[in-house]
């Protein structure tokens, strides 16, 4: 058995550029071959800027 190295990426992203995102990610992974990868899509509780305070949205920016 052979293993991949395997890379991590988490992306915070407001509602409005969650698709063009997604899009983004699958146009510059997809070889079709296995290993292409897998999108987890999972709702932020919260979320807060430490440096300004913003909280929610503005705080992802």
């Not at 699958?26 to 800027?49: H, P, Q, S």
């Amino acid at each position: 058995m052979r293993l991949r190295k395997k890379v991590r990426f988490e992306i915070a992203v407001n509602d409005n550029f969650l698709e063009r995102t997604r899009q983004a990610i699958i146009k510059g992974a997809r070889t079709g071959n296995i290993g292409d990868g897998v999108i987890f899509v999972l709702e932020l509780a919260e979320c807060y800027r430490i440096r300004t305070g913003e909280e929610g949205s503005p705080a992802i920016g």
